[in-house]
């Protein structure tokens, strides 16, 4: 009995101990995604148009939306992995911008894929370890697709325009940075 007792803490210590590194590392390569992704974001449009200054875009900021609970670190996985499927369906449009930078674009979008990739297949290994609330995920999901519907309403509204997607590049900027703090939960 103690012996079985004894296999079973040293199990839960592994399985521990393993999903914290994973975790550890997770945070690791999602920072070096966000900074490469920022950096993309730069390169592709350079400096934002002057002419692109008076324009209004009127829609909340994703750090408005998103309450303490997306900071949380089981919430803030999922708010990460929507954020960053949403951006990817943004920057998949037909309608993006001619003017900026292709290959940046391409790259941008490469990286972005296979952050969701291997986001998703963390996360569902992480889900088959720990019991969730599936109802705080798809609250969170929600709230993310509800912003980013914003944003393509945006884009609509201003016919896919140079400044339209000067002012979508700048806010993903901020999603980035947004997405930096929720990362920092991930360590804990």
């Known amino acids: 009995m103690t012996t079985r007792s004894f296999l079973h803490i040293c199990l839960v210590l592994l399985f521990t101990e393993n999903s914290s590194v994973d975790c550890n590392m997770l945070h690791f390569q999602q920072n070096k995604v966000n900074q490469a992704s920022l950096q993309l974001l730069e390169k592709m449009g350079g400096q934002f148009p002057v002419q692109c200054l008076n324009e209004n875009s009127n829609f909340i900021s994703l750090q408005n939306v998103l309450s303490s609970r997306e900071f949380q670190k089981e919430n803030a996985m999922v708010a990460i992995q929507e954020i960053l ?104």
């Open 85 to 188: 499927q949403q951006i990817f369906n943004i920057f998949s449009k037909s309608h993006i911008q001619t003017a900026w930078d292709r290959s940046s674009i391409v790259a941008f979008q490469n990286g972005l894929h296979q952050q969701i990739e291997l986001l998703k297949t963390w996360f569902d290994g992480e889900k088959k370890m720990e019991t969730t609330y599936p109802q705080n995920e798809d609250f969170t999901r929600l709230k993310v697709k509800k912003y980013f519907h914003m944003v393509d309403n945006f884009l609509k509204e201003k016919q896919y325009s140079l400044c339209a997607w000067e002012i979508i590049r700048e806010e993903m900027r901020r999603c980035f940075l947004i997405m930096d703090q929720l990362t920092k939960r991930l360590k804990n």
